[in-house]
């Protein structure tokens, strides 16, 4: 028998478009307004958020970079930049879609291209608030960082993950 609850939707994944970089600005402003504030101060998220305020350049910076979004019924929910095929600059889920396979989608996916393009260690400077999803993920903390946003300073930790080497038969 049917419990007459409908399964919740999976997460998509398609490939960043120009056109998304408003949408995902949002997201990045409402992950940190959203989910930050027990790690971070009021004046901390705002210098953080911040970064979003300039259009051209925030899109310039996930055009610059292979960035994947995660959707939930066709609309963006979150997303992912990988610099240089070895560093996570940027990972945002918007608050509405914790807990729903977002995040930890982004991140498999951009593991696989990482490695796929040649990368043996993934690189991410995680805030203190995603730091234990890094970590669940197997990412191993290398070094605590102090870093600026104009006036402001934040901490910070660079984590990294060994990406499985494959196995050949002989």
Same mark, same amino acid.
């Given at each position: 028998m049917s419990s007459g609850k409908s399964a919740a939707p999976a997460p998509g994944l398609r490939p960043y478009l120009a056109s998304d970089a408003p949408v995902l600005a949002g997201i990045f402003r409402a992950a940190i307004e959203d989910l930050t504030g027990e790690d971070?101060?009021?004046?901390q998220q705002e210098a953080w958020a911040a970064a979003a305020d300039d259009d051209t350049a925030f899109a310039a910076r996930l055009d610059g970079q292979l960035t994947l979004v995660a959707t939930l019924s066709g609309q963006p929910v %979150?997303?992912? !930049?990988?610099?240089?095929?070895?560093?996570?600059?940027?990972?945002y889920v918007h608050p509405a879609a914790i807990g729903k396979g977002v995040a930890t989608l982004l991140c498999g996916a *951009?593991?696989?291209? !990482?490695? !796929?393009? %040649?990368?043996?260690?993934?690189?991410?400077? *995680?805030s203190d608030t995603a730091l234990g999803f890094f970590q669940k993920r197997g990412f191993e903390a290398?070094?605590?960082?102090?870093?600026?946003v104009g006036p402001v300073w934040f901490g910070n930790t660079t984590l990294t993950k060994r990406l499985a080497e494959e196995k050949t038969l002989q």
């Open positions: 971070y101060s009021p004046d %979150g997303f992912i !930049a990988l610099k240089d095929d070895k560093l996570i600059d940027l990972l *951009a593991e696989t291209l !990482a490695k !796929a393009r %040649g990368t043996s260690v993934l690189i991410v400077d *995680a290398q070094r605590r960082n102090t870093v600026s």
